[in-house]
T-cell receptor, first 109, second 113 residues
């Protein structure tokens, strides 16, 4: 059965303290690994798509990487406005995405 | 402004009283989908639609109906709501078959008593 697991469930950082969020998966026929950001009371917002092992994408303080078993979302020198829940998801060719439970990130000033 | 809108944003109802949550997008997207989000379970897909009059079940379709009579609208219907359908619901859309980069609505928080 295809599965995705995100860790940690929650992470508290000080402003400027870099860290990484993990998304590990067991998926047959992966057709993309995706990262979304969700702010409280809002719908998820698309961040990145990764298709093959070794691929990296960057956006401001965020960098997503992909291996054959997991994806990392690296946050460099985070700011309080980076506080949100970060969701990873995968596509196996069905007309749907399967989402992980998310990592709640809190960045304190 | 390109967006997905949902109404209502908050709804408290009672068991068995039929309700409809509307979803509309102004981006001319072919693909639309409904998800529910529950603590510890993440986002789970209820139904999706590839185009007008084309709908299919997602992972948790029981107790829900959808219709796609117009490209821009994709309402979610609960014919006889039950307390286990208390959840946060999101509508999403994407261009063509690009189900990856989905645009989500603001959510509807439903409570069934």
């Amino acid at each position: 059965e295809d599965q995705v697991t995100q860790s940690p469930e929650a992470l508290r950082l000080q402003e400027g303290e870099s860290s990484s969020l993990n998304c590990s998966y067991t998926v047959s026929g992966l057709r993309g690994l995706f990262w979304y950001r969700q702010d409280p009371g809002k719908g998820p917002e698309f961040l990145f798509t990764l298709y093959s092992a070794g691929e990296e994408k960057e956006k401001e303080r965020l960098k997503a990487t992909l291996t054959k078993k997991e994806s990392f979302l690296h946050i460099t020198a985070p700011k309080p406005e980076d506080s949100a829940t970060y969701l990873c998801a995968f596509n196996t060719g069905r007309r749907a995405l399967t989402f992980g439970s998310g990592t709640r990130l809190q960045v304190q000033p | 402004e390109a967006q997905v809108t949902q109404n209502p944003r908050y709804l408290i109802t009672v068991t068995g009283k039929k309700l409809t949550v509307t979803c509309s997008q102004n981006m001319n997207h072919e693909y639309m989908s409904w998800y529910r989000q529950d603590p510890g379970l993440g986002l789970r897909q209820i139904y999706y639609s590839m185009n007008v009059e084309v709908t299919d079940k997602g992972d948790v379709p029981e107790g829900y109906k959808v219709s796609r009579k117009e490209k821009r609208n994709f309402p979610l219907i609960l014919e006889s709501p039950s307390p286990n359908q208390t959840s946060l619901y999101f509508c999403a859309s994407s261009l063509g078959l690009a189900v990856n980069e989905q645009f989500f609505g603001p959510g509807t928080r439903l409570t069934v008593l």
